[in-house]
């Protein structure tokens, strides 16, 4: 994925329309959290069994489309606060990394705090 190219697409999109006066990263983090709610919907009542929604299943392109906008303005969020996001996300696997070593963590679903 070249998330400076997806960058560059959602930008555009949003400047065609003047939506860049509501792009706050206080106002993207909020419509983030709306879409995740809305993610949140699909999964809310159905079996632990039932959430491995399959590709030709009824819920899937609402599941497929809920995580598509939530990955869009979490990359408009990183735009604007020129966050790069690979690196964000390489640094934190090293920080994860170091709080839940293997022999500690495998197996249990514990907080590094409790470990």
């Known amino acids: 994925m070249n998330i400076k ?3 560059d ?7 065609e329309r003047d939506w860049e006066q509501f792009h706050s990263p206080k106002n993207l983090a909020m419509a ?3 879409e995740a709610g809305e993610l949140n919907e699909i999964f809310q009542w159905i079996t632990e069994d039932a959430s491995f929604i399959k590709k030709n299943s009824p819920e899937y392109d609402q599941v497929k ?8 303005y979490l ?4 735009d604007k606060l020129d966050v790069e996001l ?4 390489l640094e934190k696997i090293k920080i994860n ?4 070593p293997i022999k500690l963590a495998k197996g249990n679903a514990k907080k590094y705090d409790t470990l």
């Open 9 to 15: 697409k959602i930008a555009k999109f949003a400047n």
């Open 32 to 34: 983030l959290t709306s």
């Open 97 to 100: 990394t170091d709080k839940y």
């Open 75 to 78: 990359i408009r969020i990183a």
């Open 5 to 7: 190219k997806i960058q």
């Open 86 to 89: 690979e690196e964000a996300v």
């Open 65 to 72: 489309h809920e995580l598509a906008d939530i990955l869009i």
